[in-house]
Structure formats: structure tokens, C-alpha cells
């Protein structure tokens, strides 16, 4: 795809699918569901072979606050 094509619909549903996902995440860890937050970061592993540098923290803090409950 060149700079001046737009994004097809596959690329615009998979952006969306990753977007819903760290989505999820974030709610079940506001939620004090840390257990499930990781779990979503684990899915989104799976499906794209990793996960934003960003929420590399956040999983070691959730995977903490899964262990002190």
C-alpha cells in the first residue's frame, strides 16, 4: 500500500479489532480485574505477535495485582 491509498477494510477491521482489545484491558484493570486484563493483553499477543511497548508495564502491574488478591 502506498502513502496515498487508503487503508483497505481488512487493515481498518484489524486496527479496530487491536484498538477493542487494549479497550478491554484497560476497563477489566479499572474494574480491579487484573486477571482478565492480562488475559485480553494475552490475546492480543497471540492474534499480533505482541503487544504496544506501552503496556509492557502495565501487564507486570497487573500480573502483580493478580498475585496480591
Keep these: 500500500m502506498s502513502a496515498t491509498e487508503p487503508p483497505n ?3 481498518q477491521d484489524r486496527e479496530w479489532a487491536l ?8 476497563e477489566a484493570a479499572r474494574n480491579g480485574d487484573y486477571f482478565s486484563a492480562v488475559r485480553w493483553l494475552d490475546t492480543l499477543e497471540a492474534i499480533d ?4 511497548v506501552g503496556y509492557r508495564d ?3 502491574r497487573w500480573l502483580r495485582l493478580t498475585q496480591v488478591r
Excluded at 484498538?19 to 484497560?26: C, H, N, V, Y
Excluded at 505477535?49 to 504496544?52: D, E, Q, R, S
Design 19 to 26: 484498538d477493542r482489545t487494549l479497550a478491554w484491558a484497560e
Design 58 to 60: 502495565r501487564r507486570r
Design 9 to 11: 477494510r481488512h487493515d
Design 49 to 52: 505477535g505482541g503487544i504496544p
